[in-house]
């Protein structure tokens, strides 16, 4: 039986009295991708952000690695460590290099050699095809090479689990393909366990092993990904799947 990495109960957040997420109910099994999509407003980014502590959550149960996460700072501090996350936006800090913003977190936080954290960040950016760009500054870089950069500044602290929230949302059409090739590739050959929001829903096809379809914060389905592509179980789905000439 495939190990559990993640699991999600009953989670329900409000903003105010405004509610946003009701009893979402979902697992994560290691090495499985999981694509969460839905139309814009669905509950998607929140979902993603409350894994990651960004978005507290008001009754419910996250748990990682089989331990309850308890939603405080400091918890959710030592499990970025282990989660990692990329964002719409790169977040690299412009007065540092790209090997700066690499090593930033493993030196500082992990408390790794720094020539250890240099030669695997140097080895990361040739796995992205970015080893010409370790002395260059965020300034110097396109949109698509500053997100496999920000790609790589997740995966040099080692996470058990990579979230990604529309990675390509802000990129040039010709851009994206390089980014979502890299994550492909994280599935592909790393066997890198992946929660993924996105509205690319070629690329979901073909990386998603299961996709949760949501909709004003509730998940109307949780599908083996080949089977919600081919034959969704809702109508509201196959509407959504045709609205994006799917």
Do not use: C
Not at 5 to 30: E, P, S, T
């Amino acid at each position: 039986m495939t190990e559990e990495i993640l699991k999600v109960a009953h989670l329900n957040k409000f903003y105010g009295k405004r509610q946003v997420l009701f009893d979402i109910n979902f697992d994560l099994k290691k090495g499985e991708v999981l694509a969460l999509l839905g139309p814009s407003g669905s509950g998607k980014s929140t979902t993603i952000r409350t894994l990651n502590g960004l978005e507290d959550f008001q009754s419910g149960q996250i748990t990682f690695e089989g331990q309850n996460v308890i939603p405080d700072e400091k918890h959710w501090q030592d499990l970025r460590q282990k989660i990692g996350m990329v964002f719409q936006s790169y977040d690299l800090f412009p007065n540092m290099t790209v090997l700066e913003n690499i090593v930033l977190a493993p030196t500082k936080v992990q408390h790794r050699e720094q020539k250890e954290a240099e030669a695997e960040a140097k080895k990361l950016l040739a796995m992205v095809g970015l080893s010409d760009y370790a002395q260059s500054y965020p300034r110097q870089l396109s949109g698509g090479q500053k997100q496999r950069i920000a790609i790589v500044r997740a995966l040099a602290m080692h996470p058990d689990l990579m979230l990604f929230d529309e990675v390509t949302a802000s990129l040039d059409p010709e851009m994206v393909r390089g980014v979502l090739e890299i994550i492909k590739k994280l599935s592909d050959e790393e066997d890198m366990t992946m929660l993924i929001v996105t509205h690319e829903m070629n690329f979901a096809a073909q990386i998603a092993d299961r996709v949760l379809f949501l909709e004003d914060g509730h998940i109307l389905e949780d599908t083996p990904g080949q089977q919600f592509f081919k034959q969704p179980q809702t109508e509201r789905a196959q509407k959504f799947l045709e609205s994006m000439d799917f």
